[in-house]
């Protein structure tokens, strides 16, 4: 089990997918924008966060950036609609503890899935060589 934060605005979208991660077992906290995402970190010991990369308030974007400066062993997803080159490379270089970025719509078992190998390669193969293995899926995705 792990402990998730999902932050997204889109409250369906939040639902669906925080029921499909508590339907495995994970314990999951919500967050309906940047701001709240950055609070839960402060507050609990979190496994993985995703982010939405548009909220309002606080960017997924922004929130990332704020979470590499206070807790940097902490792994982020980035869950978006948008998947242009722009989008990813602005996930990315928000700092070393993004390790994936994603593209809706997504189906909940997959998501789940993803996030289970995210958690598990994280830990044994460290965020270094998980964001380097996906950053390099994302920019051949491209072309």
Request: proline share 5%.
């Amino acid at each position: 089990m792990a402990n998730i934060l999902y932050a997204e605005d889109d409250r369906d979208c939040r639902e669906l997918f925080a029921f499909a991660l508590r339907l495995s077992d994970h314990k999951v906290h919500e967050a309906i924008n940047g701001a709240q995402a950055v609070q839960i970190v402060r507050e609990e010991s979190i496994d993985l966060v995703l982010l939405d990369a548009r909220m309002p308030m606080v960017t997924g974007y922004d929130a990332a950036r704020i979470i590499a400066k206070e807790n940097p062993d902490v792994p982020v997803m980035f869950l978006s609609a948008r998947g242009m080159r722009r989008e990813v490379s602005l996930a990315f270089e928000c700092g070393p503890m993004v390790v994936d970025y994603l593209i809706k719509p997504i189906p909940p078992d997959q998501l789940v899935d993803r996030v289970e190998r995210m958690i598990e390669s994280c830990r044994i193969r460290g965020l270094a060589s998980v964001r380097e293995e996906n950053m390099a899926r994302e920019l051949v995705a491209e072309w």
